[in-house]
Each structure stands twice: as C-alpha cells, then as structure tokens.
C-alpha cells in the first residue's frame, strides 16, 4: 500500500505512521492449551470458593470458631476476582489486545468502585452525629396501604392454598402470618410450628436435594431469632423494630 | 446514496465459491479493515463498559440492603441450594470456553468446529435456563417467594426477607435477561456462519463481539454466584 | 490545498454533484424516505436539530407557563374563591396538581429532551467528522439507529405528556414517584421509560464519538493537533457512555418498584427511600456536564475565530475537559446535603470545591486568548462573551451551594434554580445558539442576518438576566422552589422576573425568525466566512455527500494564526496557504 521507510523518515501520505501503527502483531490466536487451562482452573477456584463457604460454615456451627463476617465476604470476592481476573485476560484476550481496551476496562471498574464506595459511605454513616439517624427503617413508614395482590401457593404440606391480603400496612411478614393463619385455619402455636419446620427444611424439593442444605446452622443472626434450638417459646411473637444500638447486629 | 445498504451481505450469485468472509469488504470510510476490525472492538468494549456500570446499579441495591439487613440475607441465602448455582456457574464457565474456542476457529478458518462450539455454547445456555427455571424460579415461585409485593410465602425467617428475595430476583432476572440476548446473538453468528460461511481469518467481527458479550455475561455470574448463594 | 488520493479511495466529489442537502430525484415521499433513513452525520445531525428545537418549543412554552403563573399568588378569598392562578381547579389545591405537572414538564422535556443531547447530537454529529478530515463517524448505522431511539424516546414523552403529564419533579424522587404521584393511565411509568429510552441513544451517540476521534482522524492529525471541540466532545462521550447506564438502571428499578411493588425505595418495606437519590444523582450530576462540556468545547472555537487568535492553553483547556469528565463522578452527593448523614455531606462538600478547577482553568484560558485579539463583533463572538459572564456567575453561585452551612439555608430554595439556569442556560444553550450562528453558514450555506442577530443576542442576554437574576434574591429571602404560590413579599421579584421572561422569548423569537428567513430568502454563504482554519472551513458550504473532495491532509493547527493568517486580512482575501516542506511541522 505505501513504501515502507524507515520511520524517522517524513512520509507525506502517513506522517504518523498510522498505518503502521494499525499493523501490529496480527491477531493474536490463542492456543487451544491455554483455553483449556483457563476453564480447568476456573472450576478449580468455582469449587474452591465453594468449599472455603461450606468449611467457614462447618468451623462456626460445629468447632465454635469466631470468624467476623467480612471474612466471608472478603475469601468469596478474591477468589471471585482472580476468576474474572482469568476470564478477562485470556478469554476475553484483553491481555493480547490494545492496552485501550484495558484503560477502558479500569474505567468502568472506577466508576463502578466510587458508586459502591460513596453510597456505601453515606448509607453506612448515618448516626456518625446524630445517633438517632442509625435507627433501622421501621415498616408501615409512609403509611399507605399497600395492595397486595395475593395468590395460590403450595403450602408446606404440598397441598394448595389461597393468601388473601389486601391492602395492608406495617410488615409484610406480620400480614402474611395474619393471612396465611386465617387462610389455614389453624392457631398460633401451629403456625410457629410449621414455621420451624418450613426455615430448616426445604420440603418441597427434598427428593431433588439432600441434606446438604439441611445440615447447615444459621449463624449470624441477632439474638432474637437464634435457631440453633427451636422451640415454640423461644419463637418471637411479633416482629418488633430493632432498638438503636443494635443495628442489625450483624457485625 | 448514503441509505441503509446490506454491504455486508453481498448479494453473489448463487454456487459462488468464496465463503462470506472472504468476499467482505469494510465500510469505505474506514482506511484499512485492520482499522475497522479495531474500531469495532473498540466500540464494543465501550459498549461492554455501559453493561457492567448498568449491572453496578444491581450489586449496589445488593451491597446496601445486605449492609442494612444481614441477617435476612444470610436466612435468605439458605433457602438457595448451592449446588444448583454451582452447576448454572460451571455451565457457564464451560460455554465460556467454548466460545473462546469457536472465535479461535474462525482465526484457523476451521469452519466445522466453530459451529460445533457454537452449538455447545447455546446449549449451554438453554441448560442455563432449563436448570435456572425448574430447579430455582418455579420451585420458589409456587411456594410463594415472589419478589417485592407478590410475596406470599407465610414463613419468611426473617421479617425482611422478603427485600433479600426482589434483590435476588432483580439481580438474576436481568443477568437471565442477558444470558436470552447473549444466546440470541451467537444464535444469529451460527445462522451466519451455517449459511454464507460468514467468519474467517480475515474476517469475524461480529462473532469476536458476540463472544464478548458472552464472556461479560458469564463474568456477571462469577460474581452474582458468591454474592447470593455463598453468605452466612 | 493539496490533498492526497488514498489507493483504494472511491473517486467522489464531482463539482456539479452538488450538496448533502440537494434533493434526490423522486417525489415527496421518496425524498423523506431518503432522509429519515439516511445514514449521513450531516443529515443526522440535521435531524436531531429539528427535533430538539421542537422539543425546546414545548419546554420553554411549559417555561412561560410557570412564570405567567407565578405573576400573582394564589389568594382565597374570604367567600372561597380561589384567584391568582392561571390552572385553577375547584380548589387551590388542584391548581398546584396542575402546575406540579407543568414544572416537571419543564423539567424533564429541557434536560432529557434538549440540553443532554443539543449539542453533541446536533452540531456534535454534524461538526465531528468535519472537523476531523473524516467521511463520517465510526458506525454511521449506528448514528441512525441511535436517531431512531431518540425518536422512539420522544414518543414515549408525548405520550406521557398527552396522559397529562407527571407530577413528580423531573428527579423522580421516591416514595412519591414510586408509590404517590398521579397514575392516570401509569404516566410516571411512561416518563421514566421514556428517558430510558433516550438514555440508550445518548450511550450510542457517546460510544461513537470516542471511536471516531481513536479512530478516523486524517492523515497528519495527532491528539494535539485536534479542534478544542473534538476535546470537549471526547470527555462528553466519556462521561455519557459511563454514567446513562446507571440512570438506565434505576429508571428501571423505579419502573418495578411502581409496578411489581418490589419495595427496594419504599419504606413500607423496608427499602430506602434516600438511595433512589444516589443512584439518580450518580447519573445526574456527570450529566450536567455533558451539559456543559460541549457548550464550553463550542466556546473555544468561537473565541479563537472571532478574535482571530490561537487559543492560549490549547492543553490546559484539552485536559481540563478531561479532568472535568473524572471528577465529575466523586460530587453528586452535594445534591443530597439535606437527605445525607453528615459525615457524606462534609466528604462530598470538600469534593465538589475541586470540580470548580478546571472549569476556572478554562474560563481564565478563554479571557487569555482575548486578550490582543482582533475581536469582531458579530452574533457568536457576543454569545462567546455572554457564555463567559453567565457561566461564571453560575459558576461562582454554585459555591454557596457547595458549602454545607449556606446550603441547608438554600437548599430547595430559588437560589438554586437561579443558579442552575444560570449554568445550564446562561451556558449551554447561550453557547448552543452562539454556535448555531457560528456554524449556520457551513450547515445550511446561508448567511443569516447580522443584525438581527446581535439584536436577537442582546434581547436574549438582557430578558435572560432579568428573568434569572432576580431569582438569586427571591432564593435568599426565602422563597421555595417548585411552589405555585408564595407570600405576599416576593410578588414584586416574581412579577419582573416574569417579565424578563417574557423578553427571553421575543430574543429567541428573533432568532427563529432570522433563522427561517435566512433558510427561505438568505444570501448564500462562502465556504470560509469567519476565517476559521479548523477542516470545516476547508468544506463545501454546505458539503457535499462525503464531505471532502479529497481526503485532506493537516498541513497547520486548528488555530495557527499568526503562522497562516496574518492579524487585519479580510477572510475574502483568504488564499489557502502552500504545502509546508517534509518534517517541518514538529509534533
């Protein structure tokens, strides 16, 4: 297409050599041992990520372990960033490819990082000074009715049930109770009972699944709703809203 | 005449034996293919960037409610089987691959194994789907757990699980919506490539793109799969 | 001027072929066909102005209909009679439903309708290949379909505004947009879809533009050696391509949570109402300066050629606007000072002093470049005066806003409408019209009246300030913004601002007017009236099909005047300069 003269070289038609700029190694092909690689180390690091989940699980519940829940977060997302880290460089190619695409990249990472952060920073820091800003949202906030549309499920027995609402305010779960006990015809007591039992085991699909899910403890929860021994007595008898230092309770 | 014209589907007569890649001729505003083939690229991962920033708006829903609310995140989390996440992740990450390998095909002008990836990679995502509806959505569905209002499950373990399942069903419901788009267009890239040979060496810019957009969906996964099934 | 002839270059441009805006042969019908489904940047670019000038017809009119209400507060008198109000209902309280609608109206059509897409759409689509020696932008199928978004958009708008229109405020905010608000035939889901929609074509257009500054510059043109123009509508795209898709998203969500209920802002249960604010603002503050940036990127032009002189800081002025593009995204809590905990406001309050920067950076390099120049006083080079005034008083009024202690006086208060006018109208659209003028000549090839114009501009500066200075007083005594009525004390502010208004309109009245004139019975226009040494000058006026004859070359800078036009030479004696000898120009 034109000579190809050194570059120091003043070429009227390309004085910037642009069109050499445009040839740079070809296109990159990845070998198929590479490729493969990647996806064996991606469900390699899948299955590791799952097993470092079910062994925090196994150390809280059955060896008493204390482990502060950012832990969790923090061994879920480096293994989940180290398998969009493979994904992106050598799937995606973006390590072969003109580094623009990357400083693209790393600029919608950026934005997405500072949307994160900021908001985080605000919904986070509410009661820094004044306390009375942490309290949790209470239910019923606005105070309009809000319509439930309501509608056949199957009930924990397997069998159909029809949930009427209506318009309602306050908790939704409190309303659900209210309804479903009255659509059941059953008393308090019963329903706690098939609460328990709905939270710990899934009926439902339990020829689909093992026990797997079953055996796993809740951990984390605020004292008002330990399960780890249920009983009719210990079962909260209203949903009522978390006092102010105890936001969530969760950390 | 500057209308919409069908450049790149010229119009041979039929038994012609150039495939479609090779009788592709860029856009003439572009001065080499080499130009157009980068600004392409260019364009789309551009494009890729609005996907994820539209995607953060979802992990942030996510980030502050599981702030506000961690204990009916982690209740609500239990009532996801892992294993069905895990199996929806490791189809994904295989059709991943085999897409990578499908665009490796066009680069080798190895025509019969770029379909044959191709047709994995849709497959794939139907078993997405297939494994996604019957053994997530419409299990949870008829038991009541319904995102926002439609609630109706009457055991929810903790009184605000019900916001934990609309971030749920926000967050998967629209990468299931771009898993549809995604499979949709290696779909089209098959039809194309089936009936006018259509991506070569020289030529496969819209599968690469397609392939792209494939991966950025399987990426999204890689993080939706920890975030909701792997808390406590 | 020498071009060169690429090999494969298709051999176009015959003189007698005539301009893009020659009609094809065929009847009527075929001649629209032709245009709407053109993929032409110029005629896109035409297209666009059409619809977006349309669209600023119906929010100014929104516009005087808040202020002729405004004229006179709502009174009821003591037999129950309710006067004052232009839209009365039975009560007062009906009339303010009304004039709720009409703000947003105002509102919504300005920002998603005319200022987000003017000028990059319009002289942005036209200007940008021009500008860079190009045949077109990088996907040109893509500049129609993102036309065709818009449209698509705009129907949606129509729609919502045929339903009678939302109530909400143009921000949406939660829980009234998603649980309250008027629902008639569901017009708030209407109008959120409808800036939805719009948001996608504002992607498209900004994903293009970046492609085709990386990739279709011609031969000889480095990053430095592009217009400023091309610089402000790099970092618009930037900030548009990062930013919609998160108002994308939370339209979205707003769309669920007032359909499904989902809950996520709603009290009621247990979302939060303050984070529809975050999402919203994270978009809708980087919009505002893809607001700005094109206006000042038209700004820089304007001053270089109406004053005859190279712009001074041509790379302060170019990374400014880059700097503009990053910090844009750190500030967008300062619009939330009242609904934010204290600790975020005190961040993002330090943060927002710092976006005034490189916006003061550009302001004092644009008064550089005056400075010794050979200024000429038609219409773009006083909207280029205009813009600096304006801008820098909305500017400077943003600062109060800034500071946490002044805000929460000021906060929802006329202060910041005032403010908001001032920088959004006192700058975009003065630097819009200002560069409407500026480039009539080479989109139309028609001149304009000259004199018309300056009494247009004059109209429009003195009504503009009238209308919007006043409201910097009324905002620190007190007076609310969004309000239909007022106390007694502020009707005299409201009745000149009103009035200022009213000269606004006979402003742009003579613009539209001059305009149409110059369309039907002007004279025609040489291809280089203002002497400007940017590549669309070296155009046709109008141009022809693909632009240039040739492909050009780049022989000097955007704004090398003292190298290529001496100080006091009559454009008309213009002689395009000779090709400079091999590897003198140092880059």
New interface residues.
């Given amino acids: 297409m034109h000579a190809h003269t050194a570059p120091s070289s003043f070429d009227p038609v390309d004085p910037h050599n642009f069109s050499e700029l445009g040839e740079h190694h070809g296109h990159h092909i990845t070998p198929w041992q590479t490729l493969l690689g990647v996806l064996l180390a991606l469900l390699f690091f899948t299955g590791l990520t799952v097993f470092t989940a079910q062994a925090e699980t196994y150390l809280i519940s059955d060896m008493g372990w204390h482990i502060p829940n950012w832990v969790n977060i923090a061994i879920a997302m480096s293994i989940a960033t180290v398998k969009a880290l493979l994904v992106i460089a050598i799937f995606m190619a973006l390590k072969y490819e003109n580094p623009l695409y990357t400083v693209v990249f790393l600029f919608c990472i950026f934005a997405f990082a500072l949307f994160l952060g900021l908001t985080g920073m605000d919904l986070d820091n509410r009661g820094r000074v004044y306390a009375w800003k942490q309290e949790s949202i209470n239910f019923g906030g606005t105070g309009v009715n809000v319509q439930h549309p309501g509608g056949t499920i199957i009930d924990y027995d397997g069998k159909k049930i029809e949930m009427k609402l209506g318009g309602f305010s306050g908790s939704l779960a409190q309303n659900l109770k209210d309804a479903y006990i009255k659509a059941a015809g059953i008393t308090e007591d019963e329903y706690w009972r098939r609460w328990a039992e709905a939270n710990h085991i899934h009926e439902h699909d339990e020829h689909l699944l093992s026990s797997a899910n079953r055996s796993l403890r809740r951990t984390g929860l605020s004292g008002a709703l330990d399960l780890s021994e249920p009983t009719i007595e210990h079962m909260p008898p209203e949903y009522a809203p978390e006092s102010a230092d105890d936001h969530g309770g969760g950390h | 005449m500057t209308t919409i014209d069908h450049r790149s589907t010229p119009h041979e007569p039929a038994g012609t034996a150039l495939p479609g890649w090779k009788r592709y001729v860029p856009a003439s505003h572009f001065r080499t293919a080499e130009d157009e083939f980068d600004a392409c690229k260019l364009g789309f991962w551009l494009f890729l960037a609005t996907e994820v920033l539209l995607f953060a708006g979802l992990f942030c829903a996510y980030a502050m409610f599981r702030m506000l609310y961690p204990e009916a995140f982690a209740v609500g989390s239990h009532h996801l089987d892992v294993r069905w996440g895990g199996l929806n992740t490791v189809v994904l990450l295989i059709s991943s691959f085999t897409v990578a390998m499908s665009i490796r095909c066009a680069q080798l002008d190895n025509q019969k194994w770029l379909r044959i990836n191709l047709v994995i990679t849709i497959l794939c995502a139907f078993a997405f789907f297939f494994i996604k509806l019957a053994f997530e959505y419409i299990p949870k569905w008829t038991h009541g757990i319904r995102p926002g209002v439609l609630y109706t499950n009457p055991f929810p373990g903790h009184p605000q699980e019900p916001t934990w399942w609309s971030v749920y069903y926000g967050a998967t419901g629209v990468h299931a919506l771009h898993v549809l788009i995604g499979a949709s267009l290696l779909g089209w890239c098959l039809y194309r490539s089936v009936r006018h040979k259509a991506y070569g060496p020289t030529h496969y810019t819209m599968l690469e793109n397609a392939g792209l957009y494939w991966h950025l969906v399987d990426l999204i996964w890689i993080f939706l799969f920890p975030l909701l099934y792997l808390i406590h | 001027m020498t071009t060169?002839d690429?090999?494969h270059d298709?051999p176009h441009g015959h003189h007698d072929e005539g301009s893009y805006l020659t009609r094809?042969p065929g009847g009527v019908l075929s001649t629209i066909i032709?245009w709407v489904?053109?993929?032409?940047h110029k005629?896109l670019g035409v297209l666009y102005l059409g619809a977006i000038l349309l669209m600023f017809l119906v929010g100014g009119i929104a516009a005087l209909a808040v202020r002729v209400e405004l004229w006179e507060p709502t009174r009821v008198l003591a037999d129950g009679t309710v006067t004052g109000q232009l839209f009365s209902g039975e009560t007062a309280v009906d009339g303010y439903r009304i004039y709720n609608r009409i703000f947003t109206l105002h509102g919504a059509v300005m920002v998603f309708m005319v200022i987000v897409p003017g000028v990059p759409a319009t002289l942005g689509n036209f200007l940008l290949p021009l500008m860079l020696g190009?045949?077109?932008v990088?996907?040109?199928?893509?500049n129609?379909l993102s036309w065709y978004i818009f449209m698509f958009g705009l129907t949606f708008a129509i729609l919502a505004l045929i339903q009678g229109g939302v109530d909400t405020g143009w921000t949406f905010y939660t829980?009234y947009s998603s649980?309250?608000a008027n629902n008639e035939y569901g017009a708030v889901v209407l109008m959120t879809t409808a800036a939805f929609i719009l948001g996608f074509s504002s992607?498209l257009t900004g994903?293009?533009f970046?492609?085709t500054i990386?990739?279709?510059r011609c031969?000889?043109?480095?990053w430095f050696d592009m217009p400023l123009f091309a610089w402000g509508i790099y970092a618009t795209s930037?900030i548009q391509?990062?930013?919609?898709?998160?108002i994308?998203?939370?339209l979205?969500?707003l769309i669920?949570?007032r359909t499904?209920?989902?809950?996520?802002f709603?009290?009621?249960?247990?979302?939060?109402p303050?984070?529809f604010q975050?999402?919203f603002w994270?978009y809708s503050h980087p919009v505002v300066y893809v607001m700005i940036l094109p206006g000042m990127a038209i700004i820089s032009e304007l001053i270089a050629v109406h004053s005859r002189k190279p712009i001074f800081g041509y790379r302060a002025i170019a990374f400014s606007s880059l700097a503009i593009a990053a910090v844009s995204?750190?500030v967008?809590?300062h619009h939330m000072f009242a609904s934010?905990?204290?600790?975020?406001s005190a961040?993002?309050s330090a943060l927002t002093f710092f976006v005034a920067v490189p916006t003061a950076v550009k302001v004092f390099n644009w008064i550089a470049s005056l400075y010794k120049g050979s200024i000429a006083w038609n219409t773009p080079m006083m909207y280029a005066l205009a813009f600096l005034f304006l801008f820098s008083i909305g500017g400077l009024t943003g600062l109060p806003l800034a500071t946490l202690a002044t805000d929460m006086h000021m906060h929802d208060s006329y202060f910041v409408v005032a403010h908001f006018h001032y920088v959004m109208m006192g700058g975009t659209i003065i630097a819009f019209i200002g560069g409407l003028h500026h480039w009539w000549p080479k989109i139309f090839g028609k001149m304009y009246n000259e004199w018309a114009g300056r009494v247009g501009c004059i109209l429009v500066f003195i009504g503009f300030n009238v209308t919007f200075f006043t409201q910097f007083f009324l905002g620190t005594q007190g007076m609310p913004r969004r309000y239909a009525s007022y106390i007694d004390e502020f009707q005299l502010l409201h009745q000149v601002s009103t009035v200022g208004s009213f000269i606004l309109l006979a402003g742009m009245l003579t613009h539209a007017i001059n305009f149409l004139h110059s369309l039907i019975a002007g004279p025609k226009a040489p291809p280089n009236p203002w002497g400007g040494l940017t590549l669309e000058w070296y155009a046709d006026s109008p141009p022809i099909?693909h632009n240039f004859h040739h492909e050009p070359?780049l022989k000097h800078g955007p704004y090398d005047y003292e190298d290529v036009l001496p100080p006091h030479t009559d454009p008309a004696d213009f002689t395009f300069p000779e090709p400079l000898p091999?590897?003198s120009?140092g880059?």
């Fill in positions: 060169i690429r090999p298709v094809p032709h489904t053109t993929i032409d005629k190009a045949k077109d990088a996907f040109p199928r893509l129609l829980p649980t309250h992607i994903l293009n970046i492609v990386h990739k279709l031969p000889g043109m480095g930037i391509v990062l930013a919609t898709p998160v994308g998203i939370t979205l969500l669920f949570e499904f209920h989902v809950g996520i709603d009290p009621a249960m247990g979302g939060d303050v984070m975050h999402f994270f995204f750190l967008w809590g934010m905990g204290e600790l975020s961040i993002f099909e070359m091999a590897g120009r880059h």
